[in-house]
């Protein structure tokens, strides 16, 4: 398998800008997981989904922030209007659960730079 | 879930054994011990779990205390390569709000 898959790896964008982060979670994995990291907060959950309906939401920022899954191996992360502090790496991550493991497996990340 | 404790770095000898040891002294009898490591610029990485018993695989053990209270990551022969930022992370299986504190960094130097 050739595990999750982030696109882009890494954007520049300008202040105000819409961001499109996407990924692709590894084949017959039914949860799929958005992470934020910084150095100043470190790894953390975003929002997860659950055959691909949003669970929880709890650790999206605010509502410039928007996820969806509009299938089993998509989703997208949107951040409309982008600020410099949203500067970050995303991680997307997935894990099939009910067979005795739900290890979670991260993509490479996106490297998101505001500025 | 429970807090851990970790090192916030340590150093070892290239082929000599790691031990990063985790503290989790309010573990729950449901929750498990993860651990994952985060080589520099890359996603977190699945390494070992384990409930009460010890655990063995292809990259590492696992040492849980009788107590639970604590565990020893071991990486048997450490390489240049397994130099990155190590968690433990407890959590109640199939819980997916997996909580990544500050880690252990550990340099293994040659």
């Known amino acids: 398998d050739a595990g999750v898959i982030q696109s882009p790896r890494h954007e520049v964008t300008e202040m105000g800008q819409e961001v499109t982060l996407r990924c692709k979670p590894i084949s017959g994995h039914d949860y799929l997981f958005w992470y934020r990291q910084t150095m100043m907060r470190g790894l953390e959950l975003l929002i997860y989904f659950n055959n691909n309906v949003p669970i929880d939401d709890s650790g999206m920022p605010e509502d410039r922030f928007s996820a969806k899954m509009p299938n089993a191996s998509f989703s997208t992360l949107k951040i409309q209007p982008s600020e410099p502090r949203d500067s970050a790496v995303y991680f997307c991550?997935?894990?099939?659960?009910?067979?005795?493991?739900?290890?979670?497996?991260f993509g490479p990340g996106t490297r998101l730079t505001v500025l | 879930d429970a807090k851990t404790t970790q090192p916030p770095s340590m150093d070892c000898a290239e082929g000599r054994a790691a031990n990063l040891p985790c503290n989790h002294s309010?573990?729950?009898?449901?929750?498990?011990v993860y651990w994952y490591r985060q080589i520099h610029s890359q996603g977190p990485q699945y390494i070992i779990h384990?409930?009460?018993n010890n655990e063995t695989n292809e990259m590492a053990s696992l040492i849980i205390t009788e107590d639970r209270k604590s565990s020893t990551l071991i990486l048997p022969h450490a390489t240049l390569r397994d130099t990155a930022v190590y968690y433990c992370?407890?959590?109640?299986?199939?819980?997916?709000?997996?909580?990544f504190g500050a880690g252990t960094r550990l340099t293994v130097k040659p």
């Open positions: 309010t573990i729950s009898g449901n929750e498990y």
């Open positions: 991550a997935s894990s099939q659960q009910g067979r005795g493991s739900d290890t979670q497996y």
């Open positions: 384990g409930l009460k």
């Open positions: 992370i407890v959590r109640v299986g199939g819980n997916n709000d997996m909580r």
